[in-house]
C-alpha cells in the first residue's frame, strides 16, 4: 500500500542519518547548487531510496541531502520528478508525504518559472502568494487516506502567511528586490504559446512553470507549510521576441545562486526562534 511505501522510504532514511529535519527545500531547475551551503551533509541518491523516481530531467540531480543550514536541522529534495516526465500524480507527491512522515512542519518549494507579469524581470525572485492549478490533475483525486489529511482540504492559505511576510522581510533585509506574485501551473512539457500567456495573464497569473502545484496541494493535504519561491528565468513566451530553451533557463537560475542562497539561508534562521 502507499502508506507501506512511505514507511519503507522513511525507514531507509533513518538508517541513513539520525537527524530530525524541522523543515524540507525542494530545489527546481538549475537551483540544486544551493546545497552547497548545508554542513554536516548527508547524500542519498534518490535510487537508493525505496520507491523513490529518478527524475529524468536535467538540471535535477535526484539526491535527497540532510544537514544543517544555520544550525538548522533541514532535509533537501535536490531535484523533483514532474507529471509531463510521464508518473502518476501520486508519484509526483511521493517524496512530499515521505518527509512528512519524517516529521518536518515546513515545506520550502522553489521553482523556476516564466514571468507573466511586464514588472518582472529575468533573475527575478518572486514570493508565490497563490497558485491556479492547471494542470487538469490533482494528486488528491483517488479514495482519500484519511491519515495523511481531509478529503476536501481547505486551500485559502495554500502558502503560509507567515512564511510569505518571514521571505519578504527576508529580502528587505537583504537589499534583494521582492514581490508576491501567482503561479499557474501547468502540465507541459511544451513551454506556453503567447496566446496561452496572454490568457494566463487574464486569469490573474503572475508566473507560470510546470512544477509546485501539486506538491503545495499535497502538503496542504498533510497540514504542513508551504514558502514558494520562483525563480524568473525568463519572460514567458511572446512578451519579447525570443525562443525558450531548457539550457538557457539553467543558466539564469544559476546567475541568481548567490541572492537565493542569503535569501534561503536568512528565512530559515528566522525559523529558528
Ligand atoms: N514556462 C513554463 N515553465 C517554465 C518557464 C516558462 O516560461 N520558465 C521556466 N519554467
Redesign the pocket.
Known amino acids: 500500500s502507499l502508506v507501506q511505501k512511505i514507511i519503507d522510504a522513511k525507514e531507509l532514511i533513518e538508517t541513513k542519518s539520525k537527524l530530525k529535519p524541522k523543515i524540507a527545500i525542494v530545489l527546481g531547475s538549475g537551483l540544486g547548487l544551493f546545497v552547497d551551503c548545508v554542513e554536516n551533509k548527508t547524500i542519498i541518491p534518490y535510487q537508493d531510496i525505496p520507491h523513490f523516481h529518478s527524475t529524468t530531467v536535467e538540471g535535477h540531480a535526484g539526491r535527497l541531502i540532510l544537514g544543517s543550514i544555520e544550525d538548522y536541522p533541514v532535509i533537501i529534495l535536490q531535484g523533483r520528478i514532474h507529471a509531463y516526465e510521464g508518473y502518476e500524480m501520486e508519484e509526483v507527491v511521493f517524496p512530499i508525504r515521505v518527509l512528512a512522515s519524517l516529521g518536518i512542519d515546513g515545506l520550502i518549494l522553489t521553482n ?3 514571468g507573466i507579469n511586464t514588472q518582472y524581470n529575468p533573475g527575478d525572485l518572486v514570493c508565490i502568494g497563490d497558485h491556479i492549478n492547471l494542470m487538469g490533475k490533482n494528486p488528491l483525486i483517488g479514495p482519500n487516506i484519511s491519515e495523511f489529511g481531509p478529503r476536501f482540504p481547505d486551500m485559502t492559505h495554500a502558502y503560509n502567511l507567515k512564511y510569505q511576510s518571514d521571505l519578504l522581510e527576508a529580502a528587505q533585509s537583504l537589499s534583494v528586490k521582492m514581490s508576491t506574485g501567482v503561479y499557474a501551473g ?1 502540465l ?1 512539457p511544451t ?2 504559446t503567447p496566446a496561452e500567456v496572454r490568457m494566463l495573464r487574464v486569469l490573474g497569473a503572475d508566473m ?3 512544477s509546485t502545484v501539486p506538491e503545495t496541494i499535497a502538503a496542504n493535504h498533510l497540514g504542513i507549510k508551504v514558502c514558494g519561491i520562483s525563480c524568473i ?2 519572460m ?2 511572446g512578451i519579447i521576441d525570443v525562443r ?1 530553451r531548457h539550457e538557457d ?1 539553467k543558466e539564469e537560475a544559476l546567475k541568481v545562486m548567490d541572492r537565493f542562497t542569503s535569501l534561503l539561508k536568512l528565512f530559515i534562521k528566522k525559523q529558528k526562534n
Open positions: 523556476a518559472a516564466g501547468l507541459g513551454y506556453e507560470v512553470g510546470m528565468t525568463n514567458a513566451a525558450l533557463i
